[in-house]
């Protein structure tokens, strides 16, 4: 995601009202899109396997385009300068725990560990779209899930050349398996 673009394209959006869903979704998924990040970082320096670092620095990005509409709107940033690990969110503080943990067992629940946080991703944008119509954050969330998209198709590729497989959690199998039966995606 060109970070860059994205921020000239919010600019030009405007300013509409936020539904309490709205403000609700933005921080929420500020934090969750650290919590993928963390994990990420946490589960490269258990295993040293670059699909952790490089998705960690997608998910980065994904964290700076909603501080990009957190700032526009001067709403509060829930990450702050919170360490990796440590989110204001309780469910996704154990969460955090709770997949670490998992994913520290073998390189297998590493990967699997990976596509469940993006099944919980894909779905929360999902279903956070549903309720949105401010075109800003509409642009974001579109952009983010086609990245979620591709992070899937990547953390699944990784765990079928381990010989497993991975059923969704989150979203549906339906919508799994159209997620990866089509290509790469490319969005800012």
Known sequence: MNTANLQAQISMLPIESLSTAELNTLSLMREEEKL?????I??????????????????????DAILMLLNKYGLPDPVGSNAIGVFSNATLQNLYTQ???????????????????EDLD????????????NQDIRLVYDNLTKGSRNHM???YKNILSLGSTYT??????AAFDAIISSAMETGF
Do not use: C
Not at 53 to 63: L, P, R
Not at 168 to 173: A, D, H
């Open 36 to 40: 993928a990040r963390d994990v990420y």
């Open 42 to 63: 946490t589960l490269y320096n258990k295993w040293g396997v670059n699909i952790f670092t490089n998705i960690s620095k997608s998910e980065q990005t994904h964290m």
């Open 99 to 117: 997949l670490v943990e998992q994913g520290s067992i073998s390189l297998l629940d590493a990967y699997k560990v990976g596509a469940t946080i």
């Open 122 to 133: 894909i779905f929360d944008l999902n279903s956070a779209l549903t309720t949105i119509d």
């Open 153 to 155: 198709r990547s953390f």
């Open 168 to 173: 969704p959690q989150y979203i549906s199998q």
